[in-house]
Each structure stands twice: as C-alpha cells, then as structure tokens.
C-alpha cells in the first residue's frame, strides 16, 4: 500500500524535514508552524498519507466433519485448523525511517499496524479447535499457537535505531507460546442449551519485556494477562 495513512511525532516531523526532504514546501515541512521570529510554534500531527506497508504470507484453513464409527465413543467428531505465515512485513512510516522487514521480530512504530504502539510479528501463527459430540452433548478444546520472535532491536545497526523501541531489559527473545481452552455445551431441551468455558487452561503466564512492553509489563493484546478463566452461559430460545 502505497501512501498509507499514518501518524507522525514532531521529532519525525523534523527529522523528515530538514534531515531528509529539506524543502519549506514540502508535504511534511508545511506542517511546522513557526511565529515571525522563526520559532517554532506547532506541529500539525494529524494522520496523512505518508507511509508505505507491505506484507506478504499465507493463510489457510482446514476442516473435517466426520461421524463416528461405532466401536468408538460419541456421535460425530469435528475439527478445524487455521494457520497463517508472515514472510514479510515492512512498514515505512515517515520519510526519514529507516526500513525494516518485522517477520518473525517484535518492536515498536515499524512492528506496529498503526504505526505506534509495540507488536509482535511472529512468523507462524495458528489455531486448532476440536469438538466431539455425542447427543445433546458438545466438548470442545482448542490450541492457539503463536511462534517465537526476537527483539527487532538486536540486527539495526546503531546509532540508526529511530523508531525501535529501546530493549534496556535486554529481552531479545519470546519463546514460541501456547495457550489451551476447554467447553462444553448441552442441550437439555429444544429451548434451553447451558454451557461453560475455561480458557487458558493452564494459566499460562505472558512473557515479562521490561522496556519492550506495550503494558503490564508485556504485550496485553497478543499475551494473556489475566491467567486462567471462567465462563458459564444458559441459551433460552422461546
């Protein structure tokens, strides 16, 4: 995607005005504001068509629905697999950025889809769901997988680190991480279905980043903070 929106800092501002594009009539140079003295007095960091992202990988998806043979327990079997490669992901977010392939790493700005924030990338990724059904009965288990990365911090030569955010703990790696699920539904009649949930089973928990953290001290959008968890539900159809 060429000219993809984004957001810019006033320290990307600068930089991409008068290190790199040094010219006042400028996309990006018209956006600093200065008084009559020369001073500067503002910054327009409204989200422009400025960036450039580039992806590349492969999604898939499998599923198997099959009845049971007799010899075996319950009625049907159904099993479902998702899973997804990222070969690359480069993002530039302003002209003065230096130009990173994320796949398989984890960082700040270039990592990000937005362009902020910090993102794991992990060059494989997948879900397998399994449910065995018996009559009114449903169990089901899942295994969501996601693959290592390393820190995107450790191959950008210094002191060119603009955009990456700094690894002061030395986290320079998350392990592959995996996180299991556990349900069940039953139909007691044709109005009302109860049910119940466990997730994370194991009460895995997130990988600590230090300064490589988004929040709570690691990445709570991709990583569990919560730990291990609960859910009960009841479906009344009149």
């Known amino acids: 995607i060429d000219d993809a929106i984004g957001s810019i800092t006033p320290i990307q501002l600068m930089d991409s005005c ?5 010219d006042a009539s400028s996309a990006l140079c018209k956006k600093i504001t200065r008084d009559s003295s020369g001073r500067v007095v503002k910054f327009d960091q409204r ?7 580039k992806t590349s990988g492969v999604d898939f998806s499998i599923y198997y629905n099959a009845k049971l043979p007799e010899a075996l327990p319950g009625d049907r079997i159904n099993i479902s697999f998702q899973g997804g490669t990222v070969d690359s992901f480069i993002r530039l977010l302003f002209p003065s950025d230096n130009l990173f392939d994320c796949a398989g790493d984890f960082g700040g700005g270039a990592c990000s ?10 060059a494989f990724r997948s879900n397998l769901a399994v449910a065995w059904m018996d009559g009114p009965l449903t169990i089901r ?28 703990n030395n986290v320079q790696h998350i392990d592959a991480w995996d996180y299991f699920d556990l349900g069940f539904s039953y139909k ?16 895995k928990e997130p990988p600590i980043l230090g300064s490589a953290q988004q929040d709570a001290n690691t990445l709570p959008n991709q990583y569990d903070i919560i730990g291990r968890r609960y859910a009960i539900n009841l479906v009344w159809k009149m």
């Open 141 to 168: 288990g899942a295994w969501r997988y996601q693959g290592q990365v390393d820190a995107l911090i450790k191959r950008v030569p210094e002191p060119q680190w603009r955009n990456v955010a700094a690894n002061l």
């Open 113 to 122: 889809d937005a362009g902020t924030g910090i993102r794991a990338i992990p």
């Open 18 to 22: 008068y290190l790199v594009l040094q």
């Open 188 to 203: 007691i009649n044709d109005n009302l279905r109860v049910g119940g949930t466990i997730s994370n089973l194991f009460d």
């Open 47 to 53: 989200d422009t068509n400025l960036t450039l992202l």
